[in-house]
């Protein structure tokens, strides 16, 4: 079992900063990659971006450029850095820990809001 636990949503204001932070414990030298995903209202959840145990990241075209994902080890946290927020942004965030081998699993987070005022 893997444990996710986000912190760092809130309100901001179009333009501005957010880092979101999802910190891991339990058997987490199984996991193969973090990501995060977010899901507005009405809206499928969706990819952010992930990052793989090797360090090998990936975004999703609207966000690239603009946020950045990036993990501690010493710490077991991962990051989402976001900046130039606009209101689409708005969303509750999800961080989600996946294991491929022996079967692939999923773990999931609480989540986190995010809103951006325009």
């Known amino acids: 079992q893997v444990q996710l636990v986000e912190s760092g949503g809130g309100l901001v204001q179009a333009g501005g900063s957010l880092r979101l932070s999802c910190a891991a414990s339990?058997?987490?030298?199984?996991?193969?990659?973090i990501g995060w995903y977010r899901q507005a209202p009405g809206k499928q959840r969706e990819l952010v971006a992930d990052i793989t145990s090797g360090g090998t990241t990936n975004y999703a075209a609207s966000v690239k450029g603009r946020f950045t994902i990036s993990r501690d080890n010493a710490k077991n946290t991962v990051y989402l850095q976001m900046n130039s927020l606009k209101p689409e942004d708005t969303a509750d965030y999800y961080c989600?820990?996946?294991?491929?081998?022996?079967?692939?699993?999923?773990?999931w987070g609480q989540g986190t809001q995010v809103t951006v005022s325009s």
């Open positions: 989600k820990a996946r294991r491929d081998y022996p079967t692939v699993m999923n773990y």
């Open positions: 339990g058997r987490i030298f199984d996991v193969n990659a």
